[in-house]
């Protein structure tokens, strides 16, 4: 308890006291509730195909991708979460087995795959009639090899997977990818 006469700490609000209003710093915000300060979810999903969500690792961004997936499916949205390269923290925070590089739907609205440099390659070879020689790079053992033969072609592999399901017939709403620690 307070002695009479104490004042409350910065961040407490004394009971006695009319509560304050808060002024929005920004005017868009002005009609959002204090713990909203943002713009809309379907205004912020409408704003871009893909959504990527990368930094360091364990700071949170499976968790932002699960929240951001399931409530923009939840808003009406069909939403495409890809995990690169086993992350697999992902299937787990949603209660599912872990994922694979064919798309499951995890809810109405909700699918997830898995996405990999070496599979994105083996895809590009086998869909441009090349199956044996995709077979030669599995069983010889080389697939890892050719896919980092160049710096930075993994991230071109992933990245260009991305863009083509962005462009498919069957392509989501939304595109959130859940990116390795940087």
Known sequence: AREQGEEPAEDQHDPHEPAREVTPRHPRVAGCSRSMRCMELAQFCASSRIVIVAGKGGVGKTTVVATLATMAARSGLSVL???????????????????????????????????????????????????????????????????????????????????????SASAPDLIVLDAPAA
């Not at 199956?131 to 010889?140: A, D, E, M, T």
């Open 81 to 167: 979460v890809v995990e690169v390269e086993g992350k697999s923290g992902l299937s787990a925070a949603l209660g599912l087995p872990p994922l694979a590089y064919e798309e499951v739907e995890a809810r109405p609205g909700l699918r997830l795959r898995a996405l990999s440099a070496d599979d994105a390659l083996l895809e590009y070879i086998d869909q441009r009639g090349l199956q044996r020689i995709s077979g030669r790079l599995v069983r010889s053992g080389t697939l890892d090899v050719v896919s980092t033969a160049v710096p930075g072609m993994r991230d071109i592999l992933l990245l260009g997977k991305v863009k083509q399901l962005e462009q």
